[in-house]
């Protein structure tokens, strides 16, 4: 399984937007890359899933580059309940594979 | 209706006792699982049953046995407790209809459990 490393914490403020990047330099071919989102208390949250260039939803946008050995989460304007833990995992997630978390980057949302 | 659901909540126990964690999906997903997270937050996977055949056992004591009495229900009992069983432990579920299905998994709100 490809490692993935993202910085351990952020900070930001209500209306801004947040990105994460998550480095995925032994990214295989057939792996696709998953953010969770965790809050206090909580089981973890699938955000957004992608393979290349860019993903988008209702939550998050999320962007690849051609190499793939890296990837961005975009949170759009931030509130107060964004404040989590966000997870970036790569796997090939055939059936029943296992999803391997890592520490995850936590995001506090200040007013 | 809640997706994934667990129960109980909470358990506190003693040392030796045997318990059981209970979890239902009502999304008709075919793979459930059972995740461990330890007081550093770190997640990891114990089992996976895809059509209630076990198809993932990572190193995991013994103590541990998951049941899955049909594709909706996956229960994990501990025989033996022992204090670092202590945690918080996640069921979660997914729809393997594609390559990448697994990786969108449904995650119960968890079960605390604290041995003494």
């Known amino acids: 399984l490809a490692k993935t490393t993202q910085p351990i914490s952020m900070d930001s403020y209500e209306g801004q937007e947040v990105n994460i990047t998550c480095s995925h330099n032994?990214?295989?071919?057939?792996?696709?890359i998953t953010w969770y989102q965790q809050f206090p208390s909580q089981g973890p949250r699938f955000i957004i899933q992608?393979?290349?260039t860019k993903v988008t939803n209702e939550v998050a946008s999320l962007f690849i580059p051609a190499d793939r050995k890296s990837s961005t989460l975009s949170l759009p304007r931030v509130s107060l309940s964004d404040t989590a833990v966000y997870y970036c995992?790569?796997?090939?997630?055939?059936?029943?594979?296992?999803?391997?978390f890592g520490g995850g980057t936590r995001v506090l949302v200040k007013p | 209706d809640t997706a994934v659901s667990q129960t109980p909540k909470y358990l506190v126990t003693q040392m030796g006792n045997d318990k059981s964690i209970k979890c239902e999906q009502n999304?008709?997903?075919?793979?459930m699982y059972w995740y461990k997270q330890d007081s550093k937050k770190f997640l990891k996977i114990m089992f996976s049953?895809?059509?209630?055949?076990?198809?993932i056992n990572e190193t995991v004591p013994n103590r541990f046995s998951p049941k899955s009495p049909d594709k909706a229900h996956l229960n994990l009992h501990i025989n033996s407790l022992e204090l670092g069983d202590s945690a918080v432990y996640f069921c979660?579920?997914?729809?393997?209809?594609?390559?990448?299905?697994?990786?969108?998994?449904?995650f119960g709100p968890g079960t605390r459990l604290t041995v003494l």
């Open positions: 049953y895809n059509n209630k055949e076990l198809i």
């Open positions: 979660a579920s997914s729809q393997d209809i594609s390559t990448g299905g697994a990786g969108w998994q449904f």
């Open positions: 992608g393979y290349k």
């Open positions: 999304l008709g997903h075919d793979t």
């Open positions: 995992l790569v796997g090939e997630y055939a059936a029943g594979n296992k999803l391997t």
């Open positions: 032994n990214i295989a071919t057939n792996d696709y």
